[in-house]
């Protein structure tokens, strides 16, 4: 007897990342009172060349939020400030001014986490929550916990993928 090996396909569409915003975000409604918000996300790798110099590569990607999450990240979020985002990759296609059809793909969020916001910035109506009554009283602020993008890293290894 000769059995057919079925092989199972496992496909997944999910993106990470860290960066910062490259604009204020853009909140609008839709005729149908959905509400969708737009913005980039800037990420940047360093390295040393070969000759010694440091080089700098930034990305932007165009990140799309709908329904409640687009309402708080547009409340909250800012030029400048760092994000995770958490979603997957969207492509579509739309004519130019100029007649010429594009594509363009998309990350749509599905989650997110504020990250610090730029120096000096007093935008939305966030305001960090008070300590607690444990915490130093000392303190005026609940010290929000960030990503440092600016630390240089190695590679990433795939040993060091948890999945």
């Known amino acids: 007897m000769v059995r057919e090996s079925k092989s199972q396909e ?11 915003l490259g604009q204020d975000p853009q909140v609008r409604t839709m005729p149908s009172g959905g509400v969708v918000m737009n913005f980039s996300v800037a990420t940047s790798k360093r390295w040393t060349d070969k000759n010694g110099q440091k080089q700098e ?12 999450p687009a309402e708080v990240a547009g409340q909250y979020l800012i030029k400048g400030q760092e994000v995770f985002i958490e979603g ?4 579509r296609k ?14 749509i969020a599905e989650s ?3 990250g610090s916001k730029p120096q000096g910035a007093s935008r939305g109506n966030y305001s960090a929550p008070a300590p607690k009554a444990s915490q130093d009283q000392s303190s005026k602020e ?15 290894r795939i040993e060091d993928v948890p999945f």
């Open 142 to 156: 609940e010290q929000i916990p960030t990503i440092n993008l600016d630390e240089e890293q190695g590679e990433v």
């Open 94 to 107: 739309y004519t130019g001014k100029d007649g010429v059809e594009r594509k363009i793909t998309d990350v």
């Open 88 to 91: 997957r990759l969207e492509s």
């Open 112 to 114: 997110f986490q504020f």
């Open 10 to 20: 496992y496909q997944m569409n999910k993106v990470w990342i860290v960066g910062r």
């Open 57 to 68: 590569k930034t990305e932007f990607h165009n990140v799309v939020f709908w329904g409640r």
